[in-house]
């Protein structure tokens, strides 16, 4: 399959592709088998009465949601936004143009929910509700990544986002699950994180990474799971223990707690930070994920919870009324872990905002011409850049991981002011797309943020794409090679951290050899 898939050829910025009717027609992920769908309480096949469920389904989250019922009654089809998916760029099919995409569930809003549509559907674009519909649903809300790019464009701030994870829901409710996305949510009810690694795994390979610092520094820098009392739960997407560039990032993490003594722990239950459940549109699974991390911190009994480098893991912590983690919530175990948390910090807070306070305060001692054989860029990450903040400042969530760069390296570059910080391209792999089987779509829906990546590799020799996104750093290491870039060039801000930051020993250690020398 991969031997096949090509990427598309550079446009010349900006141009409106031209359209290829049908181009990914029938394009979709595999479907869940029984067993899967049933772990999460789903119907494991298309029952007899699907039809009567996806309506009730619908009529259900339009009661649920108001927001979505605005985005399906307020389009007025300008336009604006038709051009802005990074999906319709790299595959030109007009129907993941995000009004498009929006219409196909629209339509079916109208003929039902609707007095013109119930009355006169043709004349308002209604439809009923069919098996190949339900088809068309399952491929085209699968070729898009939640990712409210086009949000951004459209003058009445519809999201797009929203109705995909809606149409994910019902079709959920109607046994059409995505194998990717509910496997893995499984796995997290089961296990604690997304690969299914059991604790003792979980230790051993911190372990092995305390070694590998060890060899690497000199210094013996602790990973430590299940710490009980320790100040700081650490809560990072499971990629960071096992996967390249990922784990970089991890040992930047622990490097920055042991340079100021930081007391941290991370969950063997609760080690996972993303959340999929944001992914299929589920609030229910959403939250159980969640919860799992307000479990863990009222278990350990820590002060503080701190979140590493993932785009939708931070979107949804961050919005900590959902984990009751943080002030909002108001049911008893909310209240507990409120009343636990230290209220002197913001909770939960970014690794990017624990790191950038060290620096700004002078905590950290770092070397920036460790990063000297870098040419960096950043790519913001949908999640971060849209969805979430950092720091005091509106804005922050762009500036602070620019800031550590800038603080550890001499080299940085932005790329192209329409594809940064809002205005930000998908990797083309976010939302639950991360899978194999629609690797083609993958490699194409990356052709925005390739295309800017190339210009500053052209004038400015960019070598080092930084992300703090776990999916976008996965996303990037598979499709870099298609458009001629070189695997490695993606990693984390952390793994900068992890090069420049100089520990306390090292120092000691640097202090104390020339004093040897001079004896010998
Ligand atoms: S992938 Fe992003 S830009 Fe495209 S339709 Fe979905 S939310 Fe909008
Ligand atoms: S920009 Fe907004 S109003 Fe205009 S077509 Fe797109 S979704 Fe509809």
Redesign the pocket.
Known sequence: MAAEITAPPYRVIPIIPALKPGAMEGVKPFIANEKIQADLGFPGELPEDWKERALAKMGELLKKYRSLKVYLDACVHCGACTD?????IGTQDPKNM?VA?QDLLRSVYRRYFTLAGKLFPKLVGARDLTKEVLEEWYSYYHQ????????VFCPYGID??EI?MAARDILDAVGYGQKYSNEIIGKVHKIGNNLGLPGPALENTLEGLEEDVKEDTGVDVLFPVDQKGAEILLITPSADFFAEPHIDGLIGYAKVFHAVGASWTLSSMASEGANFGLFIGNYEQMREVALRIRKAALDLGVKRIIVGECGHAWRVAYWNTLAGIGAGADDPFAVQLQSQLDPRYKQPTHICEYTWDLIEQGKLKLDKSKNDQYKITFHDSCNVARASRMGDEPGGQFEIPRNIIKAVANNFVDMDENTIREKTF?CGGGGGLLTDDLLDLRVKGALPRMEALQEVADSHGVNYLAAICAICKTQFSKVLPYYGFQRGMIGGVHQLVSNAIILPEQEQMAQQEPVEQQEQ
């Open positions: 802005k998916c990074h999906y319709f995000p995409r898009c990544s939640e990712c409210r790019r086009c949000s797009t986002a995909t998908c």
